[in-house]
């Protein structure tokens, strides 16, 4: 697997980042998914598909380790963070930037193309 960003990249775009072991780990995971998704799309750049997979880097870190504050108190010490997880790459800018980014819609077609459906059986009788 050859991965298109660099820990640099990922740092040029976040205000911090993680230890570059863990960064690394993020990278590889993302370039999994872009490969995945997106390798085999050749109406995308490669430089494209690299951009895509820094930002998705950022959304990977900033969903886990980096989690960003929408709303923050003093007295009571509260804190409110950005976005749902059932908003997919939504939930931070950096997701929204991969969403704008791939002009093919299969990123954004990850969450909003599977729909469950649960019925409850009331009764076997």
């Known amino acids: 697997m050859a991965v298109r960003t660099t820990i640099a990249d990922v740092t040029l775009i976040m205000k911090s980042v993680p230890a570059d072991a863990a960064v690394t780990k993020f990278i590889e995971s993302a370039s999994l998914m872009v490969d995945e998704v997106l390798g085999s799309d050749t109406t995308l750049e490669d430089t494209l598909k690299a951009d895509i997979e820094c930002w998705l880097t950022a959304h990977l870190i900033s969903c886990t380790l980096k989690r960003m504050p929408a709303k923050a108190g003093a007295g009571g010490a509260s804190i409110e963070y950005m976005g749902k997880s059932a908003m997919g790459l939504e939930t931070t800018p950096y997701g929204q930037m991969v969403l704008s980014m791939d002009t093919t819609g299969k990123m954004r077609a990850l969450v909003s193309g599977k729909r ?9 009788e």
């Open 116 to 124: 469950v459906k649960v019925t409850a059986v009331t009764s076997f």
